[in-house]
């Protein structure tokens, strides 16, 4: 009846607009209930909510994995509160409460990632109070779990069973040393260090220690046999649990390296120790403790300037400590670069500049730059010419002879040897020039000490010494932004030629001698040969180097 009545009170063109509005609530209304509630009836196995977060790229993170405590009845807590700009992560695994509850709090500008995984309890409520401008990302998966709910400031959603199988995440320590380099073995320990020099033996505590032990030599030629001989060895592992206990403790890191091999020779001397040492611990600004191993008391004092310059403490011969010593890290060997007198600073972040640099700083160097020759202008300084002699073998016999046409071309000539002075001075002199000039040899090492743009020039004697001349020096030169020049002596500029026939094996095959072994080959060519310098042939090439200086 009433329906008959509320018929008649409308038009047909009325009744009309009506059904067609039912229709439209009609469809709104599934529409909203498919919007708003199904998405929460599927399984949620990962969520990510992100808000905007500042400028800064610090990362405090919290994690904890694989925890087993059984907590009945309990409620288990996470907060974090982050004020300022920077990164927040928490990490939740393997974990399996009843009830855990983790809150993050966050203040003024961050980015925080908040993750649990793995999880069995039957109860897991997330919850994110959010104020100021930050960034959050929420995730939670391969949760297990009856009833798991998220809540963002706001009510609790509903939520629905389901079932996911597990993901088991191994995170894979590094080994504690590196010896896959082609010319060093060493450890980087970032850890607690406890270094007994008794027995040769270093070793670090960690839950997750797998027994390796590494054995070490701490010097930098591994490929040698020869070199590597007298090295100690050092034995390097991986404790469980504590073995002994600190006789003394350090609050710097250390580097430990060894001074056997060939030390002693001045090319070795840099290429295998300092230059090492340098790009093991400049890092530290000086607060590094360095132990020595086959100490050599005469080499730390002709060096002394370097060694005071990368550490502000007292060098412990640690073959001697009958104490155990603690440090919070430390390096066991030096790293370097395979090739001779070099620094790779893409791997390093320091480069053979930054060497000269610091060895111009240890022994109070003044020139950063050699000199450059103007054409035109006023009277100008002469460049400086050092020509380094030889005590014993591959010596100049007539020096004075090649200074006189040296001077002649408008040099100042000065002659030394380094080992008739201190290091220190051989070094100021060498810094003092600008062309260096001498017979291949250990000597030239001494090019580390010349100014940027220098030019060095190397006389090769006989022997045919091209490639260990080109490995030895003239690659490394380039790194040292010094312009490299080479000259080749003939037959009868060698004292050799006094010795032996022309038509011998020593001048017409010196490759032969050469398989007679290195000590064959060196007692002929490295200790029985001297220069005399044809000075007509020689001086197209001190042009040349004084052209170099005009660039």
């Known amino acids: 009846m009433y329906d008959s009545m509320i018929a008649k009170s409308f038009s047909k063109h009325e009744q009309k607009k009506i059904g067609y509005g039912g229709f439209v609530c009609s469809f709104f209304i599934v529409f909203c209930f498919f919007t708003l509630l199904v998405p929460y009836l599927g399984p949620v196995p990962s969520m990510n909510l992100q808000v905007p977060v500042g400028v800064d790229h610090k990362m405090l993170s919290l994690k904890e994995t694989n925890t087993s405590q059984p907590i009945v009845?309990?409620?288990?807590?996470?907060?974090?509160?982050?004020?300022?700009?920077?990164?927040?992560?928490?990490?939740?695994?393997?974990?399996?409460?009843?009830?855990?509850?983790?809150?993050?709090?966050?203040?003024?500008?961050?980015?925080?990632?908040?993750?649990?995984?793995?999880?069995?309890?039957?109860?897991?409520?997330?919850?994110?109070?959010?104020?100021?401008?930050?960034?959050?990302?929420?995730?939670?998966?391969?949760?297990?779990?009856?009833?798991?709910?998220?809540?963002?400031?706001?009510?609790?959603?509903?939520?629905?069973?389901?079932?996911?199988?597990?993901?088991?995440?191994?995170?894979?320590?590094?080994?504690?040393?590196?010896?896959?380099?082609?010319?060093?073995?060493?450890?980087?320990?970032?850890?607690?260090?406890w270094i007994d020099g008794k027995s040769g033996s270093v070793f670090t505590v960690s839950s997750q220690a797998d027994n390796n032990s590494w054995i070490i030599k701490p010097y930098a030629r591994k490929?040698?046999?020869?070199?590597?001989?007298?090295?100690?060895?050092?034995?390097?592992?991986?404790?469980?649990?504590?073995?002994?206990?600190?006789?003394?403790?350090?609050?710097?890191?250390?580097?430990?390296?060894?001074?056997?091999?060939?030390?002693?020779?001045?090319?070795?001397?840099?290429?295998?120790?300092?230059?090492?040492?340098?790009?093991?611990?400049?890092?530290?600004?000086?607060?590094?403790?360095?132990?020595?191993?086959?100490?050599?008391?005469?080499?730390?004092?002709?060096?002394?300037?370097?060694?005071?310059?990368?550490?502000?403490?007292?060098?412990?011969?640690?073959?001697?400590?009958?104490?155990?010593?603690?440090f919070p890290t430390a390096t066991i060997g030096l790293k370097r670069h395979p090739k001779e007198l070099s620094i790779d600073p893409l791997k390093h972040y320091y480069s053979m500049t930054d060497f000269k640099k610091f060895l111009r700083n240890s022994y109070s160097l003044n020139r950063s730059k050699a000199i450059r020759i103007v054409k035109h202008g006023h009277e100008q300084k002469k460049p400086r010419l050092l020509i380094i002699s030889r005590r014993r073998t591959r010596t100049f016999t007539n020096t004075e002879e090649i200074s006189k046409m040296a001077r002649s071309l408008g040099f100042e000539v000065i002659v030394a040897e380094a080992g008739d002075m201190s290091l220190s001075k051989f070094a100021e002199i060498v810094n003092s020039c600008d062309v260096l000039m001498g017979v291949h040899g250990a000597g030239l090492t001494n090019m580390v000490f010349l100014p940027d743009n220098a030019v060095f020039v190397q006389i090769l004697s006989l022997g045919k010494l091209q490639g260990i001349a080109r490995t030895a020096f003239q690659v490394p030169a380039t790194d040292m932004k010094l312009k490299y020049l080479e000259y080749e002596i003939a037959k009868e500029e060698s004292t050799l030629i006094n010795q032996y026939p022309i038509d011998h094996a020593v001048f017409t095959n010196p490759s032969s001698i050469k398989k007679q072994g290195w000590v064959a080959f060196g007692s002929i060519y490295l200790d029985k040969q001297n220069v005399n310098l044809n000075v007509n042939r020689f001086r197209p090439t001190l042009l040349k180097a004084l052209k170099l200086l005009h660039h």
């Not at 009843?98 to 999880?119: A, Y």
């Not at 060939?262 to 120790?273: A, L, M, S, W």
């Not at 590094?288 to 100490?295: A, D, F, I, M, P």
């Open 223 to 326: 490929e040698d046999s020869n070199a590597m001989r007298f090295i100690r060895k050092w034995t390097v592992k991986s404790e469980n649990q504590e073995i002994t206990k600190c006789s003394k403790t350090h609050n710097v890191p250390a580097v430990l390296f060894s001074l056997g091999g060939y030390v002693g020779n001045h090319f070795h001397d840099i290429t295998e120790v300092l230059i090492p040492l340098f790009i093991t611990s400049r890092q530290y600004n000086g607060e590094v403790q360095l132990l020595v191993s086959n100490k050599r008391a005469w080499w730390i004092e002709k060096f002394q300037h370097v060694l005071k310059g990368l550490s502000k403490y007292k060098i412990i011969d640690i073959d001697k400590e009958k104490e155990v010593h603690c």
């Open 73 to 193: 009845e309990e409620k288990h807590n996470v907060g974090m509160t982050s004020k300022g700009s920077r990164n927040v992560s928490l990490q939740m695994g393997n974990s399996s409460y009843v009830h855990s509850d983790s809150e993050i709090t966050i203040k003024g500008i961050g980015n925080v990632s908040f993750q649990t995984g793995n999880s069995t309890s039957p109860q897991k409520y997330l919850a994110l109070n959010k104020k100021g401008s930050e960034k959050v990302t929420l995730e939670v998966e391969n949760s297990t779990s009856l009833h798991h709910t998220d809540t963002t400031s706001g009510p609790v959603a509903s939520s629905s069973q389901h079932t996911e199988t597990p993901k088991i995440v191994t995170k894979k320590m590094q080994p504690l040393c590196n010896t896959g380099e082609p010319r060093t073995d060493f450890c980087e320990i970032k850890m607690d260090v």
